[in-house]
C-alpha cells in the first residue's frame, strides 16, 4: 500500500528533518528564556533522554507493526494486542493536534521567509537593536504580510505533501539538515568572538532551580515532545514505511541527539547576543527574530549568511510541516479512499483557514485573551503541553504494558541484552511515571498552599 523509504539512511533524515525545525531555533531558546534558563534546560534534557527517547522508540516500533496511518495502526494493535480497538483514539488526538500545531506552525514559518527577503534586501544593515526591534513589531502588525507568508508556506507544504513520500519527503530532507547546522557553526563563530559568550553559556547551563515553576517543568516536558515530534503519530507515521531489518533503537538515538545538539546550538548562538546587546531572555516569541539579524548586521557577509540562513529554517520548518500533515493525509487516502492529492489540499486548506486566528492574534486579535493568553498562546499550550504528553503517555503504556513482550521485541529485534531492558523500563515506569507526575505537579498537586 505504501512505499518504503530507499535507504535507512533517507528514513534518518525524515526523521531527523520531521524533529529538527523551528522548535529548535524559533521555540527552544525563548521558552529556555522565559522559563529562566539553566534549570529548565536541565530538565529540558532528562525529557528528552528519559521520556522523548524512549516513546520515539514506541512510536517507531507501533507505526512499523501496524504499517498504515496513526488512527487505524493503533486500532489494529489495539485489536491484537488486547481486543479493544479503543485505542485508536489515540491515533485521532493525535491528528487533531497535528492539524492544530500546524496551523501556528505555518504562520511562524511564514515570519523567516518575510525575514529571508528582508536579508537579501540587507534590511538589517546599521540597524541597532530598537530598529530590529521595529522591524519585527511591523511584520506580527501586518495582517497582509503575514497571510502572504503563511499561504506561500501552506501551498508549499501541501504541495509537497501530495506528491508523495518518494517524490516529495525524501528530497526535500537531503541536504537541509546538515547545510543549517554548518550555518549556525558560522553563527556560533560570531556568538564566540562577539557576543557576551559567557554570560550565554551561564544562562543556558547554570542551573537555577529558583527561576524554575511547575509550569516550568512542564513547559521543559512540552517542548521535549515537540522538539522530538513525538506524541502525535507522525514519527509512527513514518514508521510505516520503515523496512523490516532496519535498527529502530539506533535511528531514534541518532534522531534525538542531533536534534538536541541543534537546539543547545541555537541556545549557543542566541544569548550571547542577547546579553551583549542589552535585551530580555524572556522577550517571548520574537526572540530569535529580534537576535539573529543583530549578529547578522556585523558579520563580514552577514547579508548572505542571513538570507541562507532564513531560507533553511523555512526548509527545516518545511521537512517538519510536512510531518505534522502525514498523519491526517495518510489517513485520508488509507480510510477514506481520497487521492493523495486530494487528501493534501483539503486538509491543507482546512489547516490554512484555521492559521488566521493565530495570525490575527499578534495583531487585531491581540487583546483578545482567554486562558492562557492570546490564540496562539492557547493553542500553543494545548498543543505542547496537554496533547503531546498526552498522546506519548498513551503510546508508551500501550508499547510498554499492552502489547506483548514478544512483539515488542520481535520489532526492537532483540529481546536480551540492555538495550531492550533499558528501553522496557523506561517505557513501561519512568516516562508513564515521569509524564503523571509533571502533569500533576502543573496543576498544583504538590504545590503545599503556594501559588
Ligand atoms: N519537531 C518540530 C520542530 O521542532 O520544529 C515540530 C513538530 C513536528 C512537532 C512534527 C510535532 C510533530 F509531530
Not at 55 to 79: Q, V
Not at 182 to 201: H, K, N, P, Q, W
Amino acid at each position: 500500500m505504501h512505499g518504503q523509504w530507499s535507504s535507512r539512511l533517507v528514513f534518518i533524515l525524515a526523521v531527523a528533518g520531521s524533529a529538527v525545525g523551528l522548535g529548535n531555533i524559533w521555540k527552544f531558546p525563548y521558552v529556555a528564556g522565559q522559563n529562566g534558563g539553566g534549570a529548565f534546560v536541565l530538565v529540558y534534557l532528562l525529557c528528552v533522554f528519559g521520556v522523548g527517547l524512549p516513546i520515539m522508540i514506541a512510536e517507531i516500533l507501533l507505526g512499523r507493526r501496524g504499517r498504515r496511518n496513526p488512527l487505524s495502526t493503533m486500532r489494529i494493535l489495539g485489536r491484537e494486542e488486547s481486543g479493544s480497538t479503543r485505542w485508536q483514539w489515540v491515533g485521532l488526538m493525535g491528528m487533531v493536534c497535528g492539524f492544530l500545531i500546524l496551523s501556528f506552525y505555518s504562520v511562524i514559518a511564514g515570519w523567516t521567509l518575510h525575514y529571508f527577503l528582508l536579508a537579501v534586501g540587507d534590511s538589517f544593515a546599521g540597524a541597532d537593536a530598537d530598529q530590529i526591534g521595529q522591524l519585527f513589531d511591523g511584520l506580527v502588525g501586518s495582517v497582509s504580510s503575514q497571510a502572504l507568508w503563511h499561504s506561500v508556506f501552506m501551498a508549499v507544504t501541501t504541495l509537497v505533501v501530495a506528491r508523495g513520500l518518494k517524490g516529495g519527503l525524501e528530497q526535500a530532507v537531503r541536504i537541509m539538515v546538515p547545510a543549517l547546522v554548518a550555518i549556525m557553526l558560522g553563527l556560533l563563530v560570531y556568538s564566540i568572538t562577539s557576543g557576551d559568550f559567557a554570560r550565554g553559556v551561564t544562562f543556558l547551563f547554570r542551573p537555577d532551580f529558583s527561576a524554575l515553576t511547575a509550569n516550568g517543568v512542564l513547559a521543559a516536558l512540552g517542548q521535549a515532545f515537540f522538539s522530538l515530534s513525538v506524541g502525535m503519530g507522525a514519527v509512527m507515521a513514518y514508521g510505516a514505511y520503515l523496512p523490516q531489518q532496519e535498527s529502530i533503537v539506533q535511528t531514534s538515538f541518532a534522531v534525538v541527539s542531533a536534534d538536541t545538539a541543534v537546539a543547545l546550538l541555537a541556545g549557543l548562538v542566541i544569548f550571547p547576543i542577547v546579553f551583549a546587546n542589552g535585551l530580555d531572555p524572556a522577550e517571548g516569541a520574537g526572540l530569535v527574530f529580534q537576535t539573529l539579524p543583530l549578529a547578522l548586521d556585523q558579520m563580514p557577509g552577514g547579508t548572505v549568511v542571513g538570507a541562507m540562513f532564513f531560507l533553511l529554517l523555512a526548509f527545516a520548518g518545511l521537512t517538519s510541516s510536512i510531518s505534522l500533515m502525514e498523519p491526517v493525509v495518510a489517513w485520508l487516502i488509507e480510510a477514506r479512499d481520497m487521492s493523495r492529492a486530494g487528501a493534501g489540499v483539503l486538509c491543507g486548506t482546512a489547516v490554512w483557514l484555521l492559521g488566521f486566528l493565530t495570525l490575527l492574534s499578534f495583531n487585531v486579535a491581540a487583546d483578545w485573551k482567554f486562558l492562557r493568553g492570546t490564540w496562539f498562546d492557547n493553542i500553543d499550550y494545548l498543543t505542547s503541553n496537554i496533547l503531546l504528553p498526552a498522546g506519548g503517555f498513551c503510546i508508551t503504556v500501550f508499547a510498554g504494558w499492552v502489547m506483548s513482550r514478544e512483539s515488542s521485541a520481535e520489532e526492537i529485534g532483540f529481546s536480551s541484552g540492555w538495550v531492550y531492558t533499558v528501553w522496557r523500563m523506561l517505557a513501561r515506569y519512568v516516562a508513564p511515571i515521569a509524564v503523571l507526575l509533571v502533569f500533576l505537579n502543573a496543576i498544583g498537586v504538590f504545590a503545599d498552599g503556594s501559588p
